[in-house]
């Protein structure tokens, strides 16, 4: 095999253009969130889920990805580990958006009304669950423990970059092992509190799951996003061709594939029982104008990522790997919308410049973040022992 | 004999993965198209160093796959909405949602089967079982631990004396000449070759046959009986268990049929009309029920008002009129009596009405009554 014979990795300053950008959106993004909550302070907090539940998608699934790389071994992403892991850090934004979010609980969940909760059934037997202290623990709990595991597992694959000790390997692999149950656990009830509890009344056992598939799907998407502009620009280490990008593709056409597994599952169980406590909450999604997002939902989720990175060239191609993982990112942002919107505009779509705040927001946030964090780190784990056969990896 | 050989190629082998890569990239730089390359184990890259061009199979797959999810659209919409339609929990025969499960396997099925046997008929050339490196000493290295590279003696820049320095230029051990066996110069490629096919119906003759054997004679099975046999007695079957052979049993004495209570007061009219009282209560559809009965069984001799002047006209004893004082202060236990045992000419009308519908004439009758002797509170 044409094995490289050292590695090439030379440290560059991201373009000073980007800091500005990110900048003005990150301003542009504030603004607009604070003039919606002092204008339409329900609106704009139902927005804020959105935001929130992308931006930890984004974060903590980066993180699992980090976790799941030393677990499997995987050598082909080595290379581009410390992109995921800067992703991954992302987290600190999580705390910032839940801020407002507690503050404004009452707007949004039903069931934080104590004479609603005390009139209905069905809420006060899920009272011990759903009430606002217990509410609040388990955000909080549940924000240490990602921040705990990303400081751990980042901190050890840093400290390698100049000791290149390998026994930081193993012990990540040991902290990674700890950490995969509980974010099965976090992301899952994540899921169910900020978004199904929306709908108090409605229950899905598969809902889980679903907000997990988009977890991954954007965390993968912003990566690979992420990994393919710097390489194409150079900032990354030598010697990363189409086989690499190859392998970014596919995981995200396998997980645009389960997305829709999951998302037609849940469908169709809910469809076949025909019980009205589960279907209504489809129904209010087909009704008005939402009937159009529904369908757009599946066209912009699966149809138009499924053909576009079907053929094996176009999962190799940066052009479409770039547009695709932009395009499904969006598309995360657009399920979430749909899974949130409808609860505060029932009779149809509400699109406004509300909309825009959060995910301007967010998109400055990471902008910032990223380059700030490349500043104060190496782009590639030089340090890491399977660095060097991440970058022999050959389909 | 040793002159006729023709040439095949010339095979090289190697000790370990990077010398193979190695060499497969040399091969094709100096342009050689017709080699190949012959490993114990798949090797990552190697499609890039002997710059092959992806395989075809993919569109194999993609056009098994779309025509199978066609296909199983149009199938699916014709069985289950056209042929043999059955509402199936409430949902439209045509319900797509159902489908897609069923579209996912046929897909998935059709595409994965089809492109493997496509791989091995048109790619691997199946029913052709021999190959000129066969049982070479060549074939039995790069099988175990050896990695080996064969170039043809028909790509265009062949030539004994390059091939020999291009080997001993990438450090290759054992290069040897192969030749084709005699008959395997002239071999056309054909997927239905007779030979193939006949082996393929014994081996699947003898598949079946010993299948059956095995189940139906050596274990006594018989294969997919499902519901045909059941261990149960069918009726008119002999039975072996009852000493009278009787498969039929008769259900033991006293028994009483699921809501069909015997009537106690045969020939008792005085005590049912002391006993029973009429259990249903009086709404608009036990009325029409019993209007409609009334009409049917007791209007011909009745009369649609129950005067008795029937449209028999005389063929029959006129029956007395239901509104005279007697039948009027009857208790309607009584009028029951009457109608299970018949009364003079009348017969019994248990056959022709149920109980309930009986209890509704009575109901009917009373109406028809108190038509006609209707009291002064009646009008207000």
Known sequence: MSSISKIEYQKKELPSRLQSIGLLLTVLGLVIVLAGYLINPDRMAFNNIIGLTFIISIAVGALFFVAIEYLSGAVWSTPFRRIIEIVSSFVIIV??????????????????????????????????????????????AFIAIWMLFQYLITKNSKIQDSSKDQTLT????????????????????????????????????????????????????????????????????KGLIADHYYSLGALLFAFINFWAYIAFSQFLLIWYANLPEETFWFLQR??????????????????????????????????????????????????????????????????????????????????ILFINKSKKENLVPIGDPKLKRGIDFRL | MMKEKILYGYSGIFNSPDEI??????????????????????LHGMNKAMNLAPSKLGYVALILGLSALMGAIFSLWWVSSIEYPIIVGGKPFFSFPAFVPVMFEVTVLT???????????????????????????????????KFGLFIQAEDAKFEENAIKSFFESVHASDVNAVYWDDEEINYKHRIFE?????????????????????????????????????QKQNPQQKSLIFSDGYG????????????????????????????????????????????????????????????????LRGQFPNPPSLHSDKVRNWKDGRIYAVIMDGQNVMPSYTTQLDENERWAVIHYVRALQRSQNAKESDIK
């Not at chain 1, 039903?110 to 609040?136: G, M, Q, R």
């Not at chain 1, 919308?337 to 825009?356: R, T």
């Not at chain 2, 018989?222 to 046999?229: A, G, L």
Request: aromatic share 16%; glycine share 6%.
């Open chain 1, 286 to 367: 087909w009704e008005g104008s939402w009937v159009l997002w529904t369908i757009g939902l599946m066209i912009v989720h699966f149809i138009v990522p499924y053909f576009g990175l079907l053929s094996q060239p176009s999962k190799m191609d940066p052009k479409k790997l770039k547009f695709f993982s932009l395009w499904i990112l969006a598309a995360h942002y657009y399920d979430l919308y749909f899974l949130v919107m409808p609860n505060y505009s029932k009779s149809g779509v509400a699109l406004s410049w509300y909309e825009i705040g959060f995910p301007v927001l967010t998109v400055g946030l990471m902008i």
């Open chain 2, 194 to 230: 007779p030979k193939f096919l006949v082996f393929l119906f014994v081996a699947a003759l003898i598949t079946s046959g010993a299948t059956y054997f095995t189940l139906n004679k050596l274990m006594n099975m018989v294969p997919f009986n499902w519901m045909m046999e059941q």
């Open chain 2, 248 to 311: 039929m049993r008769k259900p033991v004495e006293g028994t009483i049929a699921r809501g069909f209570l015997p009537y106690q007061f045969k020939g008792l009219p005085d005590l049912a009309a002391e006993k029973l009282i009429n259990p249903i209560p009086i709404t608009k559809e036990v009325l029409a029920l019993g209007q409609k009965k009334y009409d049917t069984f007791c209007s011909p001799c009745h009369d649609y008002q129950g005067t008795g002047i029937s449209r």
């Open chain 1, 170 to 237: 193993s012990r990540n692999i040991k902290l990674s092992a700890i950490f995969v149950p509980f974010f099965a656990l976090t992301i899952s009830f994540t899921g169910i509190d900020w978004l199904m509890s929306l709908e108090p009344h409605w229950f899905s056992t598969i809902f889980g799951i679903y907000y997990f598939s988009g977890t991954v799907l954007a965390a993968l998407a912003t990566v690979t996003f992420i990994a393919v502009k710097l390489n194409e620009n150079g900032f990354l280490v």
């Open chain 1, 95 to 140: 705390p910032l958006f839940v801020i407002p979010l507690l503050l404004n609980v009452h707007s949004v969940f039903h069931w934080t009304h104590p004479e609603a909760v005390n009139a209905d059934k069905i809420l006060s037997a899920k009272a011990p669950y759903l009430n606002v202290n217990f509410f609040i623990i388990r955000v909080i």
């Open chain 2, 111 to 145: 595409a994965s089967v089809g492109t493997v046997l496509a791989m091995l008929f048109f790619f691997f050339k199946l029913p052709n079982n021999s190959h000129p490196l066969h049982g070479t000493e060549y074939m039995q290295k790069v099988s175990s631990d």
């Open chain 2, 21 to 42: 890569s190695h060499a497969a990239e040399k091969a094709t730089e100096i342009g050689f198209t017709k080699f190949d390359v012959h490993t114990p184990y798949p």
